[in-house]
């Protein structure tokens, strides 16, 4: 079984491939552009471009707004041993939450779970490393789980 996953970027992953499109064209950003309004980029050049642009766009409103807006379609295969193990229904479940109301901490996630507080935290830690969601430390020193997903789809062929 397959997976097909449409989810946010983080900054990291963001910033990493905002730096490979830096070292995969020398000329730069304002190269690649030049090339493509004057009609001599490839089509995966133009894609490259669009997909750059796309990129500094969404990294540009994270710096301002704290915001994680890029959106990207992967394919998981489930027949991988770490990823047919980790997503149990509770942690499918536990996604449904952080994605679908906003969870001030580990511990209101816990209560509107119905779970364990050290449970619910082991869970996010799992889903953290397959980067469906991302834990963030707020001021006040709670960590606060925001999801990554948008949409999980799961294709049986």
Known sequence: MRLRIIKRLTADEMSARLNAFGR??????????RKCSDGKATPEEF?????????LDAYGNYLENGELNYLEE?????????????????????????????AQSINELARKS?????NV?????????????????VS???VTP?????????LMR
Do not use: C, M, P
Not at 86 to 92: G, I, M, N, Q, V
Not at 114 to 118: C, D, I, P, S
């Open 24 to 33: 995969r064209y020398t000329a730069g950003y304002s190269g690649l552009q």
């Open 47 to 55: 894609v490259d471009y669009l997909s750059w642009s796309a990129l």
């Open 74 to 102: 992967e394919y998981r295969d489930t027949e991988r041993e770490d990823f047919s193990n980790a997503l149990t229904w509770k942690r499918l479940e536990l996604l449904s939450i952080v994605n679908s109301s906003w």
């Open 114 to 118: 119905g779970r364990n507080v050290k």
């Open 121 to 137: 935290y082991e869970d996010l830690k799992v889903l953290e490393s397959l980067k469906l969601i991302r834990l963030v430390r």
């Open 140 to 142: 006040n020193g709670k």
């Open 146 to 154: 925001q999801g990554l997903v948008e949409e999980i789809h799961f």
